[in-house]
Nanobody, 125 residues
Framework: QVQLVESGGGLRQTGGSLRLSCTAS????????MAWFRQRPGQEREFVAG????????GDAESAKGRFTVSRDNARNTLYLQMNNLYPEDTAVYYC??????????????????WGQGTKVTVSS
């Protein structure tokens, strides 16, 4: 059974920081592109940041640039999202996702075969 389990969500004040983790089990994702998506209240799920299999090529959504950093540790089968300078608009459920086996990341949902259950981030104003 393949599982992606997010952790690290919680409540922060505006300007605070949070580090999310996504630990995979049941499958080795070292060869797969991965990404973070989020779903804000009442909104569609949107891309936040992605990373290719080797961890060197990354890409961020405009809302994340300069504030969020995606990284991965393939030895631990884990994906991270470091979030700094949080705004109330960052309040959302954050999901990690992985492709089946393609090395690249994508900014749309469709290429991702595996998804976690999400971890909730709340930023107070």
């Amino acid at each position: 059974q393949v599982q992606l389990v997010e952790s690290g969500g919680g409540l922060r004040q505006t300007g605070g920081s949070l580090r999310l983790s996504c630990t995979a089990s049941g499958r080795n994702f070292s060869g797969a592109g991965m990404a973070w998506f989020r779903q804000r209240p009442g909104q569609e799920r949107e891309f936040v940041a992605g990373i290719e299999s080797g961890g060197t090529n990354i890409g961020d959504a405009e809302s994340a640039k300069g504030r969020f950093t995606v990284s991965r540790d393939n030895a631990r089968n884990t994906l991270y999202l470091q979030m700094n300078n949080l705004y109330p608009e960052d309040t959302a459920v954050y999901y990690c996702a992985a492709t089946l086996a393609t090395r690249f990341y994508y900014t749309t949902e469709r290429p991702y075969r595996y998804w976690g259950q999400g971890t909730k981030v709340t930023v107070s104003s």
